[in-house]
Structure formats: C-alpha cells, structure tokens
C-alpha cells in the first residue's frame, strides 16, 4: 500500500493501514501465508472508512478538500479527457499558470477546459502560485470562453482555489476588474458551460470560473464566500473557532445542494478523491457527460435564458414595508 499523508481525523485509518502493510512485508520477507489475516484486517479498514467518511463535520470536510493527494485539474485532465491542448498567455502581460486551460476532447467532442491548477511540493506550487489567480490568469480563461464560443464549442471548468490572488502587483494590474468582467461576460455566453468545484471554491476567485449553467460539487469540496480561518478571524476574533465558522459558512456540498446554489453532488469512492483518483474520475466523467447532454438540447437563446434565471433564483430578499 502506498504511503500517504492522512488527516488528523484518520489516525485510526492510519493505524490499520500501517498493520496491513507490516503484514504484507512479513508475508514477502518469509513466505507466510496471511490470506486471512489479510482480509480481516481489510475489512477492518473498509468498515473504519466508511464510518469516518459518512460522519465528517464541516470542519473535516474542509481538511479533505485541502489534502495533498486530492486530484487536481490536470489529474481529471488526464483520466476524462484526451488529446489535450494547453494554451497559454491572457495577450495582454504574462501566462498565469494557476489555471490551466485549452482544448481536449470528452468522448471524442471537441470541448474547452478551463481549471485551477496547485502544486503536489514546494517548487510547484511556488510555480501554480498555490493555485491563487493573478488577474491575467482569469483573462486568460475569458479569452478561451470567448475562443469556445466563437467556434460554438462547450466550455467545462474546475474550480479548486483557495481564492484570488491578494497581492500588491494583482492588485495594481485590475484584479477585481477582470474577476467582474468574467462574470458578466460569462453569464452572456452562448454556448453549455459546466463548473465542477473539485476541491476548495474560495470566494470571487472560484466565482470567476464558476458563473455556468450548471454547478457541480464533489460530494467533499467546499465552497464558500471566505475560509473557516479568516471567517473566524472577522467573527470571533481568532482563528481557533474555524470548527464553529465551517458550520455557519454553510460550505459543504449538501449544505449548498439543499440551498439551490449546486445543482448536483458526485459521490466520492469511501476515504476521499485522492483514495482512488480513477474511480473518482471515472464517476465524473460520467455525470459531465449526462448534463452537457442535457445542455446540449438547448438553443443558445434558451441557454441564456435560463442562466440568468438560474443565479436570479439565487437567495432570498425581503422589501421594507
């Protein structure tokens, strides 16, 4: 068994893993035969998983979004799609290479796929800038949604962000501007477009990939208007109440389905994405294939129309009497 980073939650998990793979050396070092003890111990870990993964807390679903193993963009980009094209640059400053983006095929359709993109070490994510856009990296993705457009192609996006970019130099170069821009002009678009938040949506910076005709969630991602931390930080003055500002934050996928701002959860494989990528992916590639179906008998009159009643549906106001 592959050694992998676990969570604080997952100590138990942690500890039977470590069993099964002392019993496995055991086997190979003097030929012992441990077929029993083996599925035991097996059932023992699948029995802990599915306990774990059916009981987390806001807070522990946070911490399974963040994880160092979670699948990433290029990692769906990989398993889903094929002949993938990167292109690069937003024609106005540099290539931003937090989002990753470019022509693919989906069962041998021509799409654009649009996603942030973080690092698995120090060194890349230095280079993914930890998967937080400068603005040129959201004008990047407008110019491809423009580029899908014009040649009437579907247009799929990823979402897994802890927000935009903070600093000074994006800052000075319109960050909020080209944030503003993507979500006015993607919600003219007309042609299917289709979010998946497969990790952590923090806040405009998920926003400006994520105004589609249809959001999904991955049954353990989050999305959320500011993390449990700096939520914390502005209510309680600390950021040790993260745990009470992930239940409030109403973040998790259920959460968000039962309030109409998702329109679908995909189920992860017991212990998370990173515990098997493929099924994960296999599972996504499924429900991305079903609903741009679904969008793809639509007229792009229709499209529009429906977007717009979409995110108008959104919340709730009350007028002063």
């Known amino acids: 068994m592959a050694t992998v980073a676990h969570l604080d939650f997952e100590k138990a998990i942690a500890e039977v893993e470590e069993q099964i793979?002392?019993?496995?050396?055991?086997?190979?070092?003097?030929?012992?035969?441990?077929?029993?003890?083996?599925?035991?111990?097996?059932?023992?870990l699948k029995s802990l998983q599915t306990e774990t993964y059916?009981?987390?807390?806001?807070?522990?679903?946070?911490?399974?979004?963040?994880?160092?193993?979670?699948?990433?963009?290029?990692?769906?980009?990989?398993?889903?799609?094929?002949?993938?094209?990167?292109?690069?640059?937003?024609?106005?400053?540099?290539?931003?290479?937090?989002?990753?983006?470019?022509?693919?095929?989906?069962?041998?359709?021509?799409?654009?796929?649009?996603?942030?993109?973080?690092?698995?070490?120090?060194?890349?994510?230095?280079?993914?800038?930890?998967?937080?856009?400068?603005?040129?990296?959201?004008?990047?993705?407008?110019?491809?949604?423009?580029?899908?457009?014009?040649?009437?192609?579907?247009?799929?996006?990823m979402i897994d962000t802890p927000g935009a970019y903070p600093g000074l130099g994006a800052e000075e170069r319109g960050q909020a501007e080209a944030i503003a821009r993507n979500l006015r002009e993607m919600a003219a678009l007309t042609v299917p477009t289709i979010s998946v938040i497969i990790g952590e949506g923090g806040s405009g910076g998920a926003?400006?990939?994520?105004?589609?005709?249809?959001?999904?969630?991955m049954e353990n991602s989050v999305y959320s208007v500011i993390s449990p931390e700096g939520c914390a930080a502005i209510l309680w003055k600390s950021g040790s109440e993260r745990d009470k500002a992930a239940t409030a934050l109403k973040l998790t996928a259920p959460d968000l389905n039962h309030l109409g701002v998702i329109d679908r959860i995909i189920k992860e494989p017991t212990g998370g994405a990173h515990a098997d990528p493929d099924a994960t992916a296999e599972a996504l590639h499924g429900v991305l294939r079903e609903t741009l179906d679904e969008l793809k008998s639509l007229s792009p009159e229709e499209l529009h129309e429906q977007r717009l009643e979409k995110y108008f549906a959104m919340g709730e106001w009350h007028p002063r009497s």
Do not use: C
């Open 207 to 217: 926003l400006a990939i994520g105004v589609t005709d249809r959001i999904l969630m």
């Open 21 to 44: 793979d002392r019993l496995r050396h055991m086997a190979r070092e003097k030929g012992l035969d441990v077929t029993g003890e083996m599925e035991s111990l097996e059932g023992k």
């Open 54 to 157: 059916e009981n987390l807390d806001p807070i522990e679903r946070v911490q399974v979004a963040r994880h160092p193993r979670r699948p990433y963009t290029l990692d769906y980009l990989e398993r889903i799609f094929t002949d993938f094209v990167e292109l690069h640059g937003d024609r106005m400053y540099r290539d931003d290479e937090s989002i990753v983006a470019g022509w693919a095929r989906l069962d041998g359709e021509s799409v654009m796929v649009i996603g942030h993109q973080k690092g698995r070490d120090m060194k890349e994510n230095l280079q993914r800038n930890f998967g937080m856009p400068h603005p040129e990296g959201y004008r990047k993705a407008l110019r491809l949604m423009k580029l899908a457009e014009k040649f009437g192609r579907p247009v799929f996006t």
